[in-house]
T-cell receptor, first 115, second 113 residues
Framework: GAGVSQTPSNKVTEKGKYVELRCDPI?????LYWYRQSLGQGPEFLIY????????DSGLPNDRFFAVRPEGSVSTLKIQRTERGDSAVYLC?????????????FGPGTRLTVL | AQSVTQLGSHVSVSEGALVLLRCNYS??????LFWYVQYPNQGLQLLLK??????LVKGINGFEAEFKKSETSFHLTKPSAHMSDAAEYFC???????????FGPGTRLSVLP
């Protein structure tokens, strides 16, 4: 079956612009996670959805970052007024439910470059 | 708060040699522990996980890891390295009631012919 997909695979934008990154989770997975991975580092948690609601958004770095999952499936990560420091690979993962032992399945990521 | 440390950002082994990638964690509650592998330009893939059953966990591609509570460790091993094992390896921890994973900084494994 299809895995987690993310679009676009690469996004280049200019400082100050607005970007949207899309994640399509595995069908039937109720939990969805966003991570940010900077060069040479491990993934850093941003936000977790259980169904349509954001159950934990404690990892969002500031109010320029926002994510939605209106129908409990596809999710969009939105970044306003992008800064060069936002450049990273943004990873999406989904799991069957939000329990701790459930495996998270990761997408290939979106590489964001802010010039 | 949970945290993960991985000793050695880069490990090189010869083909056929033992692979040992170190992971130590801190958690105030019993942890769930995971090893993920990331091949170039691909997403993270689960190698194995510990969820409070057997302390020696076997994963895919011949990898295994042992949970040692007294040492707060979850080191990853493979008896004989293969060229295809070259990748980035991440250790991660979550815990009862926690909803997110905390990843370590990763260890890049190189396999020399």
């Amino acid at each position: 079956g299809a895995g987690v997909s993310q679009t676009p695979s690469n996004k280049v934008t200019e400082k100050g612009k607005y970007v949207e990154l899309r994640c399509d989770p595995i069908s039937g997975h109720t939990a969805l996670y966003w991570y940010r991975q900077s060069l040479g580092q491990g993934p850093e948690f941003l936000i977790y959805f259980q169904g349509t609601g954001a159950a934990d958004d404690s990892g969002l770095p500031n109010d320029r970052f926002f994510a939605v999952r209106p129908e409990g499936s596809v999710s969009t990560l939105k970044i306003q007024r992008t800064e060069r420091g936002d450049s990273a690979v943004y990873l999406c993962a989904s799991s069957l439910s939000g329990t701790d032992s459930n495996e998270q399945f990761f997408g290939p990521g979106t590489r964001l470059t802010v010039l | 708060a949970q945290s993960v440390t991985q000793l050695g950002s880069h490990v090189s082994v010869s083909e056929g040699a033992l692979v040992l990638l170190r992971c130590n964690y801190s958690s105030s509650v019993p942890p769930y522990l995971f090893w993920y592998v990331q091949y170039p330009n691909q997403g993270l893939q689960l190698l194995l996980k510990y969820t409070s059953a057997a302390t020696l966990v076997k994963g895919i591609n011949g990898f295994e890891a042992e949970f040692k509570k007294s040492e707060t460790s979850f080191h990853l091993t493979k008896p004989s390295a293969h060229m295809s094992d070259a990748a980035e390896y991440f250790c991660a921890v979550s815990s009862l009631g926690g909803q997110n994973f905390v990843f370590g900084p990763g260890t890049r494994l190189s396999v020399l012919p």
